[in-house]
C-alpha cells in the first residue's frame, strides 16, 4: 500500500465525452505526477502538479488537463476524448518532486 | 524517449536469484537510476534506487558500475510473487520538474 488512491477504478466512455479522474496523494506529499499507460506499453509522463502549480509536462495536447487542490489532492481532466485516449492513468505523489514516487493503483478508462 | 535499454524477457527459477540487467550509456553525473515494477494491473511498484553506490534494501540489492553506464537489479531469492514487468529509469529533471521515463521494461517471469 503506498496510500495514493485513485478514483474511479474503471470508467467507459464514448469518443467526445469530458472525463474527471482524482487522485489522493500520500500523506505529506505535496506534488503529484499523473502517467498515462496504453496496453504493452510503459507509463508516459503527462504533467506534474507541485503546489497547485504545473511543473512540467509531457508531450500531450491541450486537452489533457489538470488541477491540484490546496489538501494536495489532484484531478486529471481530459476533454474532447478519442479513442486513443483508452488507457491506465496512474497518477503518482511525492515529496517536494524530486524523491520517490509513490504510484496509485491507477484508473482504467475505455473510450468507445 | 527513455534514457535506458532492458531486454525484453527473463526466466527465473523460484528460489534462485533473478538478476536484471540494464544499459544507461548516456546516464549524466547527476542523474540516479531508479528500479520499479509494475505487477499486472496493478501501479508501479518503487524497488530501490542509486547514484554511484551499490545499494540494498529489504527487496533488492542494485549494482551500478564504476563508469556508471549500466546497472544491475538482484532479488536475492525470487518467488512467484515477483513476476512482473521491472522497469529501469533514469530520473530526467527539467526545470526543476522531475519526471520518471518509462521505456518497455523486462517481463521477468519466475518459474515453480
Known amino acids: 500500500e503506498t496510500g495514493v488512491t485513485q478514483s474511479p477504478t474503471h470508467l467507459i466512455k464514448t469518443r467526445g465525452q469530458q472525463v474527471t479522474l482524482r487522485c489522493s496523494s500520500q500523506s505529506g506529499h505535496n506534488t503529484v505526477s499523473w502517467y498515462q499507460q496504453a496496453l504493452g506499453q510503459g507509463p508516459q509522463f503527462i504533467f506534474q502538479?507541485?503546489?497547485?502549480?504545473?511543473?512540467g509536462r509531457g508531450n500531450f495536447p491541450p486537452r489533457f488537463s489538470g488541477l491540484q487542490f490546496p489538501n494536495y489532492s489532484s484531478e486529471l481532466n481530459v476533454n474532447a476524448l478519442e479513442l486513443d485516449d483508452s488507457a491506465l492513468y496512474l497518477c503518482a505523489s511525492s515529496l517536494d518532486g524530486k524523491n520517490i514516487q509513490y504510484f496509485g493503483a491507477g484508473t482504467r478508462l475505455s473510450v468507445l | 524517449d527513455a534514457k535506458t535499454t532492458q531486454p525484453t524477457s527473463m526466466d527465473c527459477a523460484e528460489g534462485r536469484a533473478a538478476n536484471l540487467p540494464c544499459n544507461h550509456s548516456?546516464?549524466?553525473?547527476?542523474?540516479?537510476v531508479y528500479w520499479y515494477r509494475q505487477i499486472h494491473s496493478q501501479g508501479p511498484q518503487y524497488i530501490i534506487h542509486g547514484l554511484k553506490n551499490n545499494e540494498t534494501n529489504e527487496m533488492a540489492s542494485l549494482i551500478i558500475t564504476e563508469d556508471r553506464k549500466s546497472s544491475t537489479l538482484i532479488l536475492p531469492h525470487a518467488t512467484l510473487r515477483d513476476t512482473a514487468v521491472y522497469y529501469c529509469i533514469v530520473r530526467v529533471g527539467e526545470g526543476g520538474s522531475e519526471k520518471l521515463v518509462f521505456g518497455k521494461g523486462t517481463k521477468l517471469t519466475v518459474n515453480p
Open positions: 502538479y507541485y503546489r497547485e502549480e504545473e511543473n
Open positions: 548516456t546516464i549524466s553525473g547527476n542523474e540516479y
